[in-house]
């Protein structure tokens, strides 16, 4: 997959996207760049990721659509939430419903032990290569369907605050009472079910919500910002933790 255009674009959507209302900043204007020329580089690099001759974004029939690691030939957590990251800042809910859609036909356990996470990797007809998950994919999915509930409401086909407060129920219980097992500390036996996405002895994000990845996580998946979006915005009966 196209990682490096998918992350410049997040920083380029980050910096250029809101810009035109006065509470947000547009850094490359303040650096002496036009406005015109910021949403012109804008727009290209959006085009050459979800239309372009070399694009990693493909629709499949009337209602979805997944973004491919051409690489490896797969669908990933990592891509399809970026994806939806960049569609709601684009303001492009097409594109972001038909991701999520896929994502949540394909990839998330709908029952069992792992309710509510994805598969982190899938093959582009969606048969799964791996059942568990990687932390980072659940993070940026959470966030996005929280950003499409306040760009686009909730009652125009899907729900995206509960979607999002679904995963959050499953991957983050309230008082870490519940009966999943709790996370094993290092050196321990890794533990065979599965853990929460944060970590509620450290306060960290496990790099795989598992009894192998619990025990360490990964500093890309460290965005507090995120977590800001959570207790503002998810009314999960959350916000202090």
Not at 5 to 27: K, P
Not at 81 to 95: F, L, N, T
Not at 141 to 153: E, K, Q, V
Not at 214 to 231: G, K, L, N
Request: net charge negative.
């Amino acid at each position: 997959m196209k990682t490096k255009s998918l992350l410049l674009f997040i920083l380029l959507t980050a910096l250029t996207v809101a810009a035109s209302a006065s509470q947000y900043r547009n850094v490359f204007v303040e650096m002496g760049y036009q406005p015109a020329e910021v949403d012109a580089k804008l727009k290209e690099v959006f085009n050459d990721v979800f239309h372009g001759p070399n694009k990693v974004y493909f629709e499949v029939g009337d209602s979805m659509g997944y973004i491919s690691d051409i690489k490896n030939h797969d669908a990933r957590t990592e891509g399809m939430s970026y994806g939806m990251m960049i569609a709601v800042q684009m303001d492009e809910k097409d594109i972001f419903d038909r991701l999520w859609r896929w994502s949540k036909h394909y990839m998330q356990h709908q029952e069992g032990q792992r309710e509510g996470y994805f598969a982190w990797s899938c093959k582009t007809d969606g048969t799964h290569q791996a059942e568990g998950a990687a932390s980072d994919g659940e993070l940026y999915f959470i966030t996005a369907l929280l950003f499409a509930s306040n760009r686009w409401g909730n009652d125009t086909g899907i729900d995206y605050k509960a979607e999002a407060q679904h995963i959050l129920d499953c991957i983050q219980p309230r008082a870490f009472k519940d009966e999943r097992p709790r996370p094993q500390r290092p050196g321990m036996p890794p533990s065979s079910g599965m853990a929460y996405l944060i970590d509620p002895e450290t306060h960290l994000i496990t790099f795989t919500p598992d009894g192998f990845g619990q025990r360490f996580t990964d500093p890309s998946y460290h965005i507090p910002a995120f977590y800001e979006v959570w207790a503002k915005y998810a009314d999960d009966d959350r916000s202090d933790y």
